[in-house]
């Protein structure tokens, strides 16, 4: 006896897309209630009238799937766009930073584990870069900070993390705590910061959504905590990311 059809309605955003055959890609989805979802799109055809808009890279829609087996690969049936972030893929950068996050996003999110908090996290931070006037770094930095707290490794700033006096100098990168100067200066691997940056970061972690880049540093204070939380992410998550690599080199040529 055939087996049937296993449906499954979600809401998601579309990550990643990679050529499957001549007509189809597949496609990688964070969604609300499935968490990261890979899909073939058979309907798919770049540039063709009566492509489904909700399958575009970078897309939020609904999505109505199938799978033939426990095994295999969901397939797209339906797409409803919801936001499309036309403005993220109509711009070079947008696209360099949006492929980045949606890397580190595909990373930390696990296939049938919801993680709606993320979710809504990567829908904000891709509102944001959707912006004519996006201030890339800041957004950056940002959600690096912000996937730290999301994944349980939010620095703790509040005092020295080893002697608990009220003062903070360098970061312990690999800890993920606060040290004074006397205790910093011999910790191999740790970053000095000032009072600036240590009040960025823990407004960045501490803020709600919608506030979360409402904060001001000039440019060389901003250059610094993209440095830290880029350097303070990979670590934590073990993974170096191709993606942010790409990000820099375009940032310098």
Not at 114 to 138: C, G, P, Q, V, W
Not at 188 to 200: F, K, L, S, T, Y
């Amino acid at each position: 006896m055939a087996e049937k059809l296993k449906l499954a309605e979600t809401t998601g955003l579309i990550t990643k897309e990679v050529k499957y055959g001549d007509l189809s890609r597949i496609i990688t989805i964070i969604t609300e209630d499935m968490g990261k979802v890979c899909a073939i799109t058979n309907k798919y055809r770049r540039g063709k009238s009566g492509c489904m808009p909700g399958l575009s890279l970078f897309s939020y829609s609904k999505f109505v799937l199938f799978q033939n087996n426990e095994k295999s690969l969901y397939h797209v049936n339906e797409a409803d766009i919801i936001e499309p972030f036309k403005n993220i893929r109509e711009n070079l950068m947008g696209i360099i930073y949006a492929s980045y996050f949606g890397d580190v996003a595909n990373r930390v999110c696990v296939e049938n584990e919801s993680d709606t908090e993320f979710l809504r996290l990567l829908l904000n931070i891709f509102y944001a870069l959707s912006k004519d006037n996006a201030k890339y770094d800041k957004i950056k930095t940002v959600f690096e900070w912000k996937t730290a707290v999301s994944e349980g490794y939010a620095p703790s700033l509040e005092r020295c993390g080893k002697c608990s006096r009220d003062e903070v100098a360098y970061i312990d990168m690999q800890r993920g705590v606060g040290l004074c100067g006397n205790c910093g200066k011999n910790c191999a691997g740790a970053a000095q910061v000032n009072d600036g940056i240590v009040r960025a970061i823990k407004y960045i972690c501490g803020a709600d959504y919608p506030k979360m880049l409402s904060f001001d540093v000039n440019e060389k204070m901003l250059e610094y905590l993209n440095s830290l939380s880029e350097i303070y992410l990979q670590m934590h998550l073990d993974y170096r990311f191709k993606t942010l690599d790409y990000l820099k080199k375009m940032k310098i040529s």
